[in-house]
């Protein structure tokens, strides 16, 4: 039976500052090592983006999208499902978030003015779908760790950039809730040792196809390494 496997958490050099692979040949990349699809969560203009804070919101929106709009035509090309989600940030709290779409975005131009539940409120009630991501990094920059299980949908409970003892304590975390699990990279590189993401026995034809398959738990998580097959 055939294994899909798709990428959740990925950045591009066109939106996040941090990234250092561009659209095209992050979604090149995922295409060669076997993938059916990606999602590009860039980071959003809460966090560290490419995005000037001085521009009006509808054209900060645009140049926002530019990472996911110039991978999805790549995709269109090479045959790579790309689908749409961003990373927003609260003082080093990031939420995965999906299921909503840049007319949204643009509908929402106060969206950096809330607070972080408020926020998880108002992204959840338009039907958009929230993953805490890496809930227990540690850096200098972040001065607590704050756990929201009320106000997410899963964890990402495999992140292949963190620690494993960051992921152990995200997967005690969703257990200890209740919440969905999810994996991801968070790969602004391209090759790492290791990947995570989750995989399906059917193909997604969708952000929301892929939503509903992890609240029906049809998909899986899992972490693949790459550098013990090369």
């Not at 939106?15 to 060669?32: H, I, L, N, P, T």
């Not at 999906?98 to 949204?104: I, N, P, R, S, V």
Request: proline fraction near 3%; aromatic fraction near 12%.
């Amino acid at each position: 039976m055939a294994v899909y496997k798709y990428e959740t958490h990925v950045h591009t050099a066109e939106s996040s500052r941090c990234g250092m692979m561009d659209a095209v040949e992050m979604v090149r990349f995922y295409k060669d090592i076997g993938y059916k699809g990606i999602c590009i969560t860039d980071h959003f203009l809460n966090g560290n983006t490419t995005v000037p804070e001085d521009l009006p919101w509808a054209e900060r929106i645009e140049l926002f999208c530019l990472g996911y709009e110039k991978a999805y035509a790549e995709g269109q090309k090479i045959g790579l499902d790309v689908f749409f989600g961003w990373e927003a940030t609260f003082r080093g709290t990031d939420l995965l978030t999906y299921g909503l779409d840049k007319e949204w975005l643009l509908d929402n131009p106060d969206l950096l003015e809330l607070s972080i539940n408020e926020y998880c409120d108002r992204v959840r009630s338009a039907g958009g779908f929230i993953v805490h991501a890496h809930p227990f990094r540690e850096e200098a920059y972040i001065d607590m760790i704050r756990l929201l299980p009320r106000k997410v949908d899963a964890v990402e409970v495999i992140n292949a950039s963190r620690l494993d003892f960051e992921n152990e304590c995200a997967m005690q975390y969703a257990d200890n809730y209740g919440l969905m699990k999810v994996a991801g990279s968070d790969n602004h590189i391209g090759y790492m040792d290791r990947l995570a993401g989750i995989r399906t026995r059917e193909p997604l034809g969708s952000i929301d196809e892929m939503i509903e398959a992890i609240r029906m738990g049809e998909a899986e998580y899992f972490l693949d390494y790459l550098a013990e097959k090369r």
